[in-house]
C-alpha cells in the first residue's frame, strides 16, 4: 500500500514562496509516476506538475517558471517549490501516484490516479 503525506502549506502574501513535501512509502519514487495538483473552493481539480519515473518533469501553463518540482530519492520525498505566488494560487495542493503518467494538462478524476494524499492547504493574499 503507497502512503503519501503532503506538508508545507501556509498563509503567505503575493510574491512570496512555499516548499511542499510529500513524504512516500519506501521506493515508490523508483516505481510510480508522481504528480502534484490542486484544488480551489468550488473549482476543479487541477494538475500543478507531473514528474516521470525518469525524473522528467512537466509543467501546468499557470505555474511555469514560477513552481518548480523534483524528488529526492534518499528522502523518498517528491518537493514542489511555489515561488512568486500569486492569489490564484489558493487551495489544497495534493500529491499523486500512480504507474501510469498523468500529465498535469488533462482533465483530472480522483480515480485516474492510485494513490493521493489528503492534501496541504495554501493561502495567497494579495
Known amino acids: 500500500q503507497v502512503q503519501l503525506l503532503e506538508s508545507g502549506g501556509g498563509s503567505v502574501q503575493a510574491g512570496g514562496s512555499l516548499r511542499l513535501s510529500c513524504v512516500a512509502s519506501?521506493?515508490?519514487?523508483?516505481?510510480?509516476?508522481m504528480a502534484w495538483y490542486r484544488q480551489a473552493p468550488g473549482k476543479e481539480r487541477e494538475g500543478v506538475a507531473s514528474?516521470?519515473?525518469?525524473?522528467?518533469?512537466e509543467y501546468a501553463d499557470s505555474v511555469k517558471g514560477r513552481f518548480t518540482a523534483s524528488k529526492d530519492y534518499a528522502k523518498n520525498t517528491p518537493y514542489l517549490q511555489m515561488n512568486n505566488l500569486r492569489p490564484d494560487d489558493t487551495g489544497t495542493y495534493y500529491c499523486?501516484?500512480?504507474?501510469?503518467?498523468?500529465?498535469?494538462?488533462?482533465?483530472?478524476?480522483?480515480?485516474?490516479?492510485?494513490?493521493w494524499g489528503k492534501g496541504t492547504q495554501v493561502t495567497v493574499s494579495s
Open positions: 499523486a501516484a500512480d504507474r501510469d503518467y498523468f500529465s498535469p494538462h488533462k482533465r483530472v478524476d480522483v480515480d485516474d490516479l492510485r494513490y
Open positions: 519506501a521506493d515508490v519514487l523508483s516505481n510510480y509516476c
Open positions: 514528474i516521470d519515473v525518469d525524473g522528467s518533469v
